[in-house]
C-alpha cells in the first residue's frame, strides 16, 4: 500500500487528511494488511465444513409441526394471493 492509496481512500471517504495523518493511517493499514497476510499462511489440514443452516419450518417435524406451520404463518396475513402473502413495499 503506498500513500497515493490512502488518499485515494480519504477522497472516497471524502475526510480531509494531513500529511502526518496519512502517514499514520499508511503505517497502520501496512500492519493490518501484514496481518491478514500472517492469517492467509495458516495451514488447517482435515478440516470439514459445517454448516449450521437448518431448516427448523419442516412440515413432517413431529415435534414442531402443529406449533410452526407454513399454514399458521400465512393465516396471520391480512392480504394473501394464493400461497403468497402481501407486504408493503419496502424502499
Not at 494531513?18 to 499508511?26: G, N, R, S, V
Not at 494488511?33 to 495451514?43: D, M, P, T
Not at 413431529?62 to 400465512?74: H, T, V
Request: glycine share 6%; charged share 40%; no cysteine.
Amino acid at each position: 500500500m503506498e500513500i497515493k492509496d490512502v488518499e485515494n481512500l480519504a477522497e472516497m471517504s471524502k475526510i480531509e487528511l494531513t500529511d502526518a495523518e496519512k502517514q499514520q493511517i499508511l503505517k497502520d493499514m501496512d500492519g493490518i494488511l501484514g496481518y491478514v497476510k500472517q492469517v492467509e499462511e495458516v495451514q488447517v489440514p482435515d478440516t470439514k465444513m459445517e454448516y449450521a443452516h437448518r431448516n427448523i419450518w419442516r412440515e413432517d417435524d413431529s415435534e414442531r409441526g402443529a406449533e410452526f406451520s407454513a399454514d399458521l404463518i400465512k393465516g396471520q396475513f391480512p392480504d394473501k394471493d394464493g400461497d403468497y402473502i402481501k407486504v408493503k413495499k419496502v424502499l
